[in-house]
């Protein structure tokens, strides 16, 4: 292959924007694919056009309900369901296969009798002899009317074999590949059921897509499929190529290929096992290979306005976990505080008091980059006595620090106001007149109120949890001195 500038675009095609995202349901939405489904969803918002689905399902035996349910339920949560019901692949097989016959009628593909066992043994003369595996059928040229009635076959598409195929596609530029390079793949297999790459050309096709943006590893597809849209545009008209985009894939960040020990989960394990918000996602999956300058933080509307292909790199982009983690830690620094309050709670033991949770987040929200992290700092609120105490904190209640807890005690009970402002004032007052640091009064305290030797401001902690409770869990310590 060789490859060039970049031409082309929405422009080019002539024809309304038309996208799609089309996810084989064989496990997960992992990564790669949510980021492909983002491209498509934004390309299409962004040029006035439509966003579609499409299931590929034609793999019977893998294709599983809960990976296309877990496939939906993760564009739904990322914003990214299509603007129409999706498309089954498998439910139009039947159009498929009447898109063969147009090809053999037409005399663009051909049944082809070739058994397993002489296409194998073609296939190690061509390792033997060091040269590459290339289908030369008997078949193709024959006149149709020696084809055996009741011999299995296969159809195959007639590829060109003269000249070359040239793609002006929107990522990697202008790519050619020779003719002779291109076999007669199959269309319809020997028991009728078509093939990936016949399914693929037909759907998109009668579903008006224009622009195909999908991963690099799809590149020499395009060149194959080509060959179809070709053959139908000659017999029918009406089947112009599509605009091609081949995204590089995303690597880890050693530059590995991505995998699981990368960090690299199914979208829902970041909702759900790591505390993602789903703007914070949004946000770093654009950032996967797309840049707008330096920036960084680009909501839904702002990536709408700025997106386009010309900004994705033609290296393969780095995940970083941590990184996503920083992000999110942002998102949820601007999240409203009642939603995060309803997303935290069933990550939390016990019984909730939501208004409680609600009123916690200003100060709460600011320590945590995840869900999880929230949920762990806001557990203090509604822990029950006594309170289990973490090591270190158990460690800072010695008995003289519990003894100064009594004295913290006494002074609070006669607080007639339960304001953080009179707290501050209250007890700095009597650090002075004990001689200690704030500290030494502030961190016992800590561990009295939370069992925790992190947490909000001390001051904030006591209001959250009210005179009556604050009062009983530093005499719940101190009566242990």
Not at 109 to 117: D, G, K, M, Q
Not at 344 to 360: F, K, N, Y
């Amino acid at each position: 292959m060789a490859s060039g500038g970049v031409t082309g675009g929405a422009a080019a095609s002539g024809r309304d924007v038309v996208t799609r995202f089309a996810p084989s349901p064989t496990g997960y939405l992992h990564i790669g694919g949510a980021r492909t489904a983002l491209f498509n969803w934004l390309y299409a918002r962004h040029h006035g056009g439509r966003y579609l689905l499409r299931i590929e399902d034609t793999d019977r035996a893998r294709s599983t309900e809960p990976a296309i349910e877990a496939i939906f339920d993760g564009l739904e949560w990322l914003g990214l369901a299509g603007d129409e019901p999706a498309t089954f692949q498998f439910a139009r097989s039947d159009r498929h296969a009447k898109v063969a016959q147009v090809l053999l009628d037409a005399g663009h593909a051909y049944r082809c009798y070739l058994t397993p066992e002489e296409l194998q043994a073609r296939r190690e003369a061509a390792q033997a002899e060091r040269r590459t595996f290339r289908i030369d059928s008997e078949w193709r040229d024959a006149d149709p009317a020696t084809w055996p009635a009741d011999k299995p076959h296969v159809v195959r598409i007639k590829a060109p074999r003269e000249g070359e195929t040239t793609i002006e596609d929107q990522v990697q530029g202008t790519v050619t590949v020779s003719n002779a390079e291109l076999d007669d793949f199959v269309l319809l297999r020997s028991d009728g059921t078509p093939t990936y790459m016949l399914a693929v050309v037909v759907d998109d096709h009668d579903m008006g897509v224009t622009h195909v943006i999908r991963g690099d590893d799809h590149l020499n597809n395009a060149f194959r499929q080509l060959v179809i849209i070709r053959a139908m545009h000659a017999v029918e008209g009406g089947w112009p190529d599509p605009v091609y985009a081949h995204v590089p894939l995303i690597h880890g960040h050693d530059g590995a290929k991505l995998s699981k020990r990368h960090g690299a989960l199914g979208v829902d394990a970041y909702r759900d096992e790591l505390g993602i918000l789903p703007e914070a996602m949004f946000n770093y999956l654009l950032r996967l290979g797309w840049g707008h300058g330096d920036d960084e933080i680009i909501g839904r509307q702002q990536a709408t306005e700025w997106f386009d292909i010309a900004h994705v790199g033609k290296s393969p982009s780095r995940f970083d976990l941590a990184k996503l983690q920083n992000l999110n830690g942002h998102y949820l620094r601007e999240a409203d505080d009642a939603r995060l309050a309803e997303l935290i709670a069933p990550r939390m033991a016990g019984e909730i008091d939501l208004g409680l949770l609600t009123q916690a987040m200003p100060v709460l929200k600011v320590r945590a980059k995840d869900l999880n992290e929230l949920a762990v700092g806001a557990a203090f609120l509604f822990a029950q006595r006594p309170l289990t105490l973490e090591p270190k904190a158990e460690a800072l209640l010695s008995d003289d620090a519990r003894g100064l807890l009594a004295q913290v005690h006494a002074r609070f009970a006669a607080e007639n106001g339960w304001t953080s402002e009179g707290l501050e004032v209250s007890l700095k007052a009597m650090a002075e007149e004990l001689g200690l640091g704030l500290g030494k009064l502030a961190q016992p305290l800590r561990a009295a109120l939370t069992g925790q030797t992190t947490s909000p401001g001390i001051f904030d902690v006591l209001v959250l949890l009210g005179r009556d409770e604050s009062l009983a869990r530093i005499a719940a310590q101190a009566r242990s001195a």
